[in-house]
Each structure stands twice: as C-alpha cells, then as structure tokens.
C-alpha cells in the first residue's frame, strides 16, 4: 500500500511539472526585419561596440556595428542601457534526457552495456522539458545533449531550446562520441564498503588501478577493430557499432572524452596518437596542470565546474576558479560549463563570471561561453558571436549578464524567433507577488 502510495504520488509530480509551461510556445518564425537600437554591444570575439545597432532578417544578423552605419528596419527594438550578447552555449549535459533524477521513468540517460557507439541521444531529447525554460532567462539557447554511461557512451547532438520536437531543436546532430573514462587512482581502504567487506572476511586482493587500464585497453582494442574494418574492400559483413565510428575517423566528429586526473589524460592523448582522433576533454579539472601538453596536441577542453572544491588536497582552494586562466594563458582552446545537478545548467554565466574574477576578463570570460563553445561544438560556422551572417541567437540583458546580481534577461532570440522568457520559476513568482499584494 506504501510503494502504490508512493509510485501515485511520484506519478502525480510528474504529470503535473510535465503541464506546467503548456502555455509557452515556440515562436513562429521571423517575418520582419529587426534593429535592435542604442546597447552595448558584445559581439563575443572580444570586441564591444558602444552605442551600436544590430539588425537581424530571416533569422540572420544583416548588420552589428555603430549606429550611424545601420539600415533601416521594420522593427525596431529601443535597448538603451542596455547590453547585446551573443547566445550562451551549454556545452556538456544531459538537458531533455532527464526531467526528475528520483523519477526513472522521466530518465534516458544510460544505456546497457559498455560499448555503445551506436546511440543517438537526440531521438530521446524531450524539447518540451520545464528544465529549458529555466535556462533561457538567463540566456543560454543551445545546448550540447550527450548519452551517459560506461565507456563509450554513444553520440550527442546540440540543440535549440525553442521547438516543438527533437526534429525542430536538432542544431548540429551527432557531433560527438562519447568515452566515460574510468578512474585512475587506487582508492585504499575500501571506499564506503570498506566495513562490509572486513565482516565478509578476507577478499581476493585487486588492483583497480590494473582493472581501470584493462576497461581502456579494451575501448582502444574496439577502436583497433573499427579501423580495421572501415580499411577493408567492399562486400564486408556490415557490424553497426563499427559502422557509428566511421565520422570519428575521417575526423567529422570529435571524441569527448571525460576524466579528470592528469593520468586520465595522459591517455586521452594516447587516443590522439595513435588514432588521430580530434579529442575533447570534459571535466578536466586538472588540466591546468598539463596545459603545455594539451596545447601541444591540439586537445581542447570543456571545464564542467568551477563552482567546486579542488581535485587533490594540495590544491588552492581556488584553484577551480583559476583554472581557466591558466588554459587562456596556455593557448587551450576551452569553454566553461556548469553540470551541477542543483542547477542543470542556469548558472553557466555565472561561473563564466567567476573566472573573469580570477584572472581571465570579462570578454574572454563571454567567450568562453559562446565563441569557444561554438568552436568545440564544431557550430562557430552558425553561432557563438554577432557577426553577420550568423544566425540571430541573440540576448539582451539589463545589465552585465556575468553578474548574478544585474543580469536581468529582458529579450532573446533564437534564429531571430523572440522567444517567451517565462518558466516555471517566473510562474511561480508572479503566483506568490499576486498572493501577497506585491506590485
């Protein structure tokens, strides 16, 4: 009686936070012509453009420069005081894959098994996620959606975050593989089981270390295969698994590895060696401290959380923060990301923010969230800065949108659609202002 009560009420949280923005709807297409007037402009490359004018028709920047120069328009958009970003790029996550981590039912995440080259996490993407529209008001309108799991994980595809279906917010699909790498570093004592296990009496003795490089040796041994295989003549026995890497190969799609420690990367480079592979670190928290390698190797980097404690005891206990600047300052190509389960990914600005605090700048923090993202992503061709000919993902903010205390999401576009900035926490608190008389 207890599990029904629970699975109905579990059930009942889902329905319900399921209908809860059924009221905001993707936006029809662009049909007129835009300026956005009088703002300062953040093309995102680094440069800013006091008082300028950016226009946008059919979904395309047509012009971002000094007013003077600017052509006329059908709309136009009055921001003075105000700021123009380009569209923040969420560039790791599991966004539209799970809705309640409690509720597995509303989880597609993982696969079975270990070896799983051929999943497209985009067929699972839920567009219509109240988690999206939590990220939109505070400017972010992309996002890179990857399969989680052991080993190799499966591809990932990014997304806009106004469409009905997958179909319509598909931005760049299968754009990655992903590769789970296991932990390199012995963990004595047991871990958490440690008193279990004493009272079971005496175990085999292992080395998971020796067990973690075994795990890796067999991804390389399934890479090996798939060479293989991709070199023989026509009339072979077609195997979809090595069939999936074939992108990977002809270096169309990028390897996402993720790991943290520096052995863990140490391999990652051995992929690029021996494969040559256009590999991505993801996580890498310790990746300042071989930053001279990576960028020796080409390998760029997806920082996931900087709002953290550091990796290793003797760390600063601001070394998180100050991570990105020691990749900046080693010419790594890199991007910030918030994977914070509390979050989801909201506070993505915000960490940007925290690092220009620590040494990178507030440009080079923005482009960190949108030009380098866009680059990773292999999306740069389309977004990540308000040059003309790109696509209008475009953010307007009250204020500095690094700043959790001024940035204030007024209007957003995406492919020069104006989006609805409401969600279920703007819902929520127009509810309770209406309750207690608040003007």
């Known amino acids: 009686m207890k599990k029904t009560l629970l699975y109905t009420g579990l059930l009942s949280l889902v329905l319900s936070t399921a209908t809860a923005q059924d009221d905001v709807y993707p936006a029809p297409k662009q049909n007129k012509r835009t300026a956005i007037t009088n703002a300062v402009i953040h093309v995102g490359n680094g440069t800013v453009i006091e008082n300028g004018t950016l226009v946008f028709d059919n979904g395309k920047i047509t012009y971002s420069g000094a007013a003077a120069g600017a052509p006329s328009a059908e709309t136009i958009v009055d921001a003075k005081g105000k700021h123009i970003y380009p569209g923040i790029i969420l560039p790791a996550s599991t966004l539209g894959l799970q ?14 098994g270990e070896l799983n080259p051929s999943i497209h996490s985009i067929v699972a993407y839920k567009a219509e996620s109240i988690v999206t529209n939590t990220l939109r008001a505070n400017g972010i309108l992309l996002a890179h959606v990857a399969p989680g799991g052991q080993l190799v994980a499966g591809q990932s595809s990014v997304v806009q975050l106004d469409a009905w279906n997958y179909e319509d917010a598909a931005y760049k699909i299968d754009n990655g593989m992903h590769f789970y790498m296991p932990s390199l ?3 004595p004592g047991g871990g958490r089981f440690a008193a279990l296990l004493a009272l079971l009496g005496p175990q085999q003795p292992s080395d998971p270390v020796k ?20 070199q023989k003549d026509a009339g072979k026995e077609i195997n979809l698994k090595f069939e999936a890497t074939k992108a990977l190969f002809e270096k169309k799609q990028k390897l996402y590895i993720h790991c943290s420690q520096v052995k863990q990367m140490l391999v990652a480079i051995d ?14 928290s310790d990746s300042w401290q071989i930053a001279d390698l990576l960028k020796q190797n ?16 003797d760390d600063d206990v601001d070394q998180p923060y100050k991570a990105a600047t020691a990749l900046h300052k080693a010419g790594v190509l890199f991007c910030l990301n918030d994977d914070d389960p509390q979050n989801r990914g909201r506070n993505l600005p915000f960490n940007a923010g925290t690092a220009a605090a620590y040494g990178l700048g507030k440009e080079e923090a923005l482009k960190a969230i949108t030009l380098n993202a866009a680059k990773i992503l292999g999306i740069d061709d389309k977004t990540g800065t308000l040059e003309v000919g ?31 900035l409401s969600s279920k926490h703007t819902q929520l608190y127009e509810r309770y202002k209406h309750k207690y008389g608040i003007k």
Do not use: C, W
């Open 271 to 284: 992929f690029v060696k021996e494969f040559g592979f256009d590999v991505v670190l993801v996580g890498a």
């Open 211 to 230: 067990a973690a490089l075994d795990r890796i040796e067999g991804v390389k041994a399934f890479f090996r295969e798939a060479k293989a295989y991709h």
């Open 298 to 313: 080409n390998i760029a980097v997806i920082l996931t959380q900087e709002h953290n404690l550091p990796t290793l005891d």
């Open 185 to 187: 570093l012995a963990r």
């Open 99 to 112: 809705e309640i981590s409690g509720v597995r039912g509303s989880t597609d995440i993982n696969e079975l």
């Open 390 to 420: 790109k696509d209008a993902n475009i953010v307007i903010s009250a204020g500095d949108i690094l700043d959790m205390k001024s940035s204030i999401i007024t209007n957003a576009y995406i492919q020069g659609r104006g989006i609805n």
